[in-house]
């Protein structure tokens, strides 16, 4: 694989060399309206033709090295500033260029994102990800798949192709300990704290940037960051009118099309924006299909002073539900491993012969309408107003709507499980009584989570200190109930009969302060504090006439603190330390074990500091990073392996233990045809003192094991990612994108025979772009996913019990993903 990728760039080094010209060097400057003359803009972004290549330094200066034949088109951006687009030129002699970005005259409605956003000085790791990034990324697959590039992510797919239900872990933290947010309005659920965003399908066309942070970054709001945070924003208002659409069509029969559309601003006031989306695909996975449609309109108006905005987006999923995996033995086609699933009831005779048929790609489910149907409505309004020369206010008020079911064909039921007494047939003394049956039933979720969030910024031109205080209040609603809509024995139910109901509560409060202190030229202080209420109740009667109940409060204080340091050449050295908390989620409370004490809430204390390099040396852009974390838990929720019936990982507190590792992270283009990054993480994640505990099959404990340092679920000690771009001929660019992550243990006992094995897997990635006279642009686009064609899986979950005998059995069950496939678009914009 390395002289495969070292003779691809030599090769492709060799054929651009002689089209390289002289270097372009330029200076970029700030002109705001207050101000009697323009200043030099530091942090801004530069982009060549459609690829970002840099941002400008601590003068605001950049480089442009070896510029090829032809125009090409330089975009230069940075918050609080029009865009500026300039045409430059090749030349046989180097060039120097001076460009003035002018302030914003109006307030772009950041204010409320960038209030959440970490920035050079907020003392974190973190990367952000453009709009040109995610959409030389976006092939129609999910959120987490454009990720995954980005340090410390690994994600899995269930359907095995990137669309439908797909998950994402950084630093080994899956999705419920990362905190998402979208215009900085929560978005995880307030129950499960998962974002499922096979609800909101191509959101990432609507997204006009995204950033992530690691570990526990700054304050948000919503559920605490234990791993990430994913801030999304679809505030970037277009200047001018437009038209686009994006349509890919690929293996497994997966297609994507959608419509956007702007007007750009009227009348110097309003704009309006909107989005229809649809994706479809049959998945890797037999029986893995996905149906999904999504829609995204936003309305504003601005002035001078005061913008204010709504958004309203909604995406309606139906899937074909593979979150049951494959069993181990159908991935080798072991009919004597698969038969020891029938022998102990986990597979049926038919079930063990279907697998060992359709092998890895086998899905447990054959009912035709065994789907996940789902539809997410949320609505958005934002105000943004400027008080005086340096303050503004922003706030937002919030309501998602979400509802839907999923159904399914359950086999010998037990009549009582549902509600329904049992049926007797015939007549004394010749009556048979009947206990149990087939039937179909439908889980439902109906919900409501709305509130308030804002944020006060005081960001004065000249002043050493920048401050923001913010909040929020949220309350969520949630009914959870069954229904059966088809028995063999209906006994004396209706057709839709209620089996179970139960509902739940969540209020949420927080309040945070932060401030930015430059304390010395070169040394700036940074300090965040945040006090978050939760109350939670959740009553009724669960599946199989279980009753639950919870009342759970909880106040916690997050304090943060940073220092940054700036050194001379774009170097800056910086440390922090974090403290979050998080509330337990609500499988914590229904599917514990039997005399279980109850989950208790989880303590992080994150410790992170490094080291980052941003310049240009002899007209090479180098951009590095190398990032230190230590994380440690107080009664972390860990993964135990399982799952319960909806997919859902069953998870147990650890009393201590701990993350830590290292990031690194580099980008070098030493030509403008020709770029190279590189992120590499090297971890170690532990619980100390673990007791394994063995169940029976109702998952009742039986025995605990003595006490030992493991690895923690599901957390690979090594993650990769690297990615070779280049631009043979002017509009065509071409990546190999090469991924590696490590074993990963399926529960937390460190058992080769229950992990993940490591897996590396090649992308290639072609886009080729012209500006016709009959439209602003025609871009061709080619993704092949796993070029190498690997057999490997991404995700699985585990369980076992004794024998009759006593002597413990193993189930093991993956997520295999797709082998080599594909997905080519075609992209218009007018």
Not at 552 to 573: D, V
Not at 697 to 706: C, F, I, Q, R, V
Not at 743 to 753: H, I, K, V
Not at 780 to 792: I, K, P, S
Request: hydrophobic share 35%; no cysteine; aromatic share 10%.
């Amino acid at each position: 694989m390395k002289s495969f990728l070292i003779t691809g760039v030599a090769l492709l080094a060799v054929s651009g060399a002689a089209r390289a010209q002289g270097p372009v060097s330029g200076s970029v400057s700030s002109f705001l309206p207050l101000n009697a003359e323009a200043t030099s803009l530091p942090g801004a972004t530069v982009y060549l033709d459609g690829v970002a290549i840099g941002q400008t330094d601590d003068f605001g200066q950049f480089t442009v090295p070896a510029l090829s034949v032809g125009d090409h088109q330089l975009r230069i951006t940075s918050i609080g500033h029009k865009p500026l687009k300039a045409k430059i030129t090749g030349q046989a002699t180097p060039q120097t260029v001076h460009f003035v970005l002018e302030g914003e005259t109006v307030l772009t409605g950041e204010a409320l994102v960038t209030a959440s956003r970490a920035n050079e000085r907020t003392a974190t790791a973190y990367t952000n990800l453009s709009k040109e990034d995610l959409e030389k990324r976006n092939f129609g697959q999910d959120i987490p798949y454009l990720l995954d590039q980005t340090p410390s992510v690994v994600v899995n797919s269930d359907a095995g192709n990137g669309v439908g239900y797909t998950g994402i872990r950084v630093r080994g933290t899956g999705i419920e300990g990362i905190n998402v947010t979208v215009n900085g309005v929560p978005l995880n659920d307030a129950e499960s704290h998962g974002a499922f965003f096979v609800n909101l399908p191509d959101l990432a066309s609507s997204t006009s940037s995204l950033q992530v942070q690691r570990g526990v970054g700054t304050s948000q709001n919503g559920s605490a960051a234990f791993g990430a945070s994913l801030n999304l924003s679809t505030l970037e208002s277009r200047q001018q009118a437009y038209a686009e659409s994006q349509n890919t069509y690929g293996s497994f029969n997966t297609w994507k099309n959608n419509v956007q559309f702007g007007t750009g601003l009227l009348n110097g006031r309003f704009t309006v924006d909107g989005r229809l989306s649809r994706i479809s695909s049959d998945g890797y996975m037999v029986r893995g299909a996905s149906d999904l449609k999504s829609y995204y309109l936003a309305a504003g108006y601005q002035q001078k002073n005061t913008l204010l905005k709504f958004i309203t987006f909604s995406g309606r999923e139906k899937t074909y539900q593979a979150w049951n995996g494959v069993p181990e033995p159908a991935l080798t086609r072991n009919a004597a491993g698969l038969q020891q699933y029938v022998d102990n009831y986990e597979l049926s005779p038919e079930d063990a012969a279907r697998a060992l048929r359709e092998g890895r790609r086998y899905a447990y489910y054959t009912y035709d309408n065994q789907t996940d149907n789902y539809q997410q409505n949320h609505y958005q309004l934002h105000l943004t107003q400027g008080l005086g020369t340096d303050w503004n206010v922003a706030a937002a008020a919030h309501l998602t709507r979400g509802f839907g079911y999923y159904e399914s064909l359950r086999l010998d039921r037990k009549l009582a499980d549902y509600n329904l007494p049992d049926v007797v047939l015939g007549t004394a003394p010749n009556t048979t009584t009947i206990k149990r049956t087939d039937l179909v039933d439908r889980k439902w979720l109906d919900n409501y989570f709305f509130g308030g969030i804002f944020a006060l910024n005081y960001q004065p031109a000249e002043s050493r200190v920048q401050a923001t205080l913010g909040g929020g209040w949220n309350r969520f609603l949630n009914d959870h109930y069954g229904e059966v809509i088809w028995a063999r024995y209906a006994s004396t139910g209706n057709i839709r009969h209620r089996s179970y109901f139960n509902d739940a509560t969540k209020t949420d409060y927080n309040a945070y302060a932060r401030a930015i202190w430059q304390a010395l030229e070169k040394l700036s202080v940074y300090a965040d504090v945040q006090v978050r209420r939760i109350d939670y109740r959740l009553a009724g009667i669960e599946d199989k006439q279980v009753p639950v109940s919870a009342k759970a409060e909880y106040t916690f204080f997050n304090p943060k603190a940073g220092l940054t340091w700036q050194l001379p050449l774009g170097q800056t050295l910086y440390a922090s330390y974090a403290v979050a908390h998080r509330e337990p989620v609500r499988s914590d409370f229904t599917d514990r074990p039997l005399n279980d004490a109850g989950p208790k809430a989880e303590q992080l204390h994150d410790v992170e500091g490094g080291y980052r390099l941003n310049r240009t040396v002899n007209s090479q852009v180098l951009r590095a990073e190398v990032n230190g974390f230590y994380m440690r838990y107080r009664n972390q929720l860990v993964n135990t392996g399982q799952l319960n019936d909806v997919g859902t990982p069953l998870r147990t507190n650890a009393p201590r233990s701990y993350r830590a590792g290292v990031e690194l992270t580099g980008a070098y283009q030493p030509l403008t045809w020709l770029s190279l990054s590189s992120t590499l993480t090297l971890s170690r994640n532990r619980i100390l003192d673990y007791r394994a505990v063995t169940y029976d099959k109702d998952y009742n404990p039986l025995t605990a094991a003595e006490g030992r340092t493991t690895t923690i679920s599901y957390s690979p000690s090594v993650v990769s990612a690297h990615t070779v771009e280049v631009m043979p001929v002017k509009g065509l660019r071409a990546a190999l994108l090469y991924k590696t992550v490590s074993r990963q243990y399926l529960d937390n006992t460190e058992s080769a025979s229950k992990a993940i094995a490591a897996y590396q897997v090649l992308d290639l990635r072609l886009r080729y772009t012209v500006q016709p006279s009959f439209m602003r642009e025609l871009e061709l686009g080619l993704l092949v996913n796993n070029l190498l064609n690997r057999e490997y899986v991404a995700n699985g979950y585990t369980y076992g019990y004794p024998d009759a005998a006593g002597q413990p059995l193993t189930f093991n069950y993956y997520y295999p993903q797709a082998t080599r496939n594909f997905l080519a678009s075609v992209g218009v914009k007018f």
